[in-house]
Nanobody, 120 residues
């Protein structure tokens, strides 16, 4: 059983930055890909970024490429999402997810989410 705990959300002005953290524990999470997802108000959850814990390979949604960076810290069992040049449309609850079938699937593990609000 993998446990995921997000932190780092908050209120920021447009153009600002935030760094989200996802602390993982339990299970075999280091064999999996860790993903970040977000759910804007009134919309469905969407993919943001992902990183392979083993290889470090990354993948990003087009909407965040060049602004967001995903990274991992093996010593802290934590994945980070550095978000720069934030815009109001980035406002959402951000979740991390992982699992043997990949992040964001029906059988994945999910954190509780952290709210990011970007004011204009």
């Amino acid at each position: 059983q993998v446990q995921l705990v997000e932190s780092g959300g908050g209120l920021v002005q447009a153009g600002g930055s935030l760094r989200l953290s996802c602390a993982a524990s339990g299970g075999s999470f280091k064999l999996y890909v860790m993903g970040w997802f977000r759910q804007p108000p009134g919309k469905e959850r969407e993919f943001v970024a992902a990183i392979s814990w083993n290889s470090g390979n990354t993948n990003y949604a087009d909407s965040v490429k060049g602004r967001f960076t995903v990274a991992r810290d093996d010593t802290k069992n934590t994945v980070y999402l550095q978000m720069n040049s934030l815009q109001p449309e980035d406002t959402a609850v951000y979740y991390c997810s992982t699992g043997p079938t990949g992040p964001g699937t029906s059988s994945s593990y999910w954190g509780q989410g952290t709210q990011v609000t970007v004011s204009s």
